[in-house]
Structure formats: C-alpha cells, structure tokens
Nanobody
Framework: QLQLVESGGGLVQVGGSLRLSCAAS????????IGWLRQAPGKEREGVSC????????NYADSVLGRFAISRDNSKNTVYLQMNSLRPDDTALYYC?????????????????????????WGKGTLVTVST
C-alpha cells in the first residue's frame, strides 16, 4: 500500500522560497503519477502541479507557472515541489497525491487529470503560510 508523507512547509515572507518533499513508502514511486494539490481556507482543493510516472512530463496551474517546479527522484522515492516568489495567495495546506501509472495524466499531461478526483492516494498535508 502506497503511503505518502509531506514535509517542508512553514512560514515564509512574500517573495521567499520553500521546497516541499513527498516521500513514498510501500511501493516503487515510478509506478505512480505524483501531484501536488492545495487547499486554502474556504476554498476547494486545487491541482498545483503533476509529474508523470516517467518524470518526462510535467504540468502546472496557471497561478504557479514560472514560479514553482516539480521534480522526482525515483531512486529516493521522493517528489519535490520547489516554490519561489511566494505570494500570500499561495497560503494553503499542500497535499501530495498519487494515481497509478498509465492513467489519464500519463496519457494526456492535462491539468484536468491533476485534480482531486483523479487521485487515488493522499498524504496528510503540509501547511505553507506566506506572510506580508
């Protein structure tokens, strides 16, 4: 059974950077598409970025494009989200999530499939707070 554990969240000032990590256990990470999703207070959970099981394809929400970068190290069974130029509206609980390889995101690389309904496994989240 795949288990996902996020780390790296915290309090950062506007314009600062954080790197989130998602460590997987129980299975080989390259059997899964991995995504980062976030949920701000009073808002729906939204897809931030996904990376294909091979690591060759990525996609991002428009709101983070050019500021965030997703990467994976399958040898360490870990996926990262580098977040730069952070803004107050990036404040949220960030979740790592997974879907089995060969599914819709692997085929189409669309953010439509980097969304909560498309994910089968979830971590518990790590909180990111961006202060002014």
């Amino acid at each position: 059974q795949l288990q996902l554990v996020e780390s790296g969240g915290g309090l950062v000032q506007v314009g600062g950077s954080l790197r989130l990590s998602c460590a997987a256990s129980g299975v080989n990470l390259d059997d899964y598409v991995i995504g980062w999703l976030r949920q701000a207070p009073g808002k729906e959970r939204e897809g931030v970025s996904c990376i294909s099981s091979s690591g060759r394809a990525t996609n991002y929400a428009d709101s983070v494009l050019g500021r965030f970068a997703i990467s994976r190290d399958n040898s360490k069974n870990t996926v990262y989200l580098q977040m730069n130029s952070l803004r107050p509206d990036d404040t949220a609980l960030y979740y790592c999530a997974a879907q089995p390889r060969g599914g819709a995101f692997d085929a189409l690389h669309s953010m439509t499939y980097c969304s909560a309904p498309a994910m089968a496994f979830w971590g518990k989240g790590t909180l990111v707070t961006v202060s002014t």
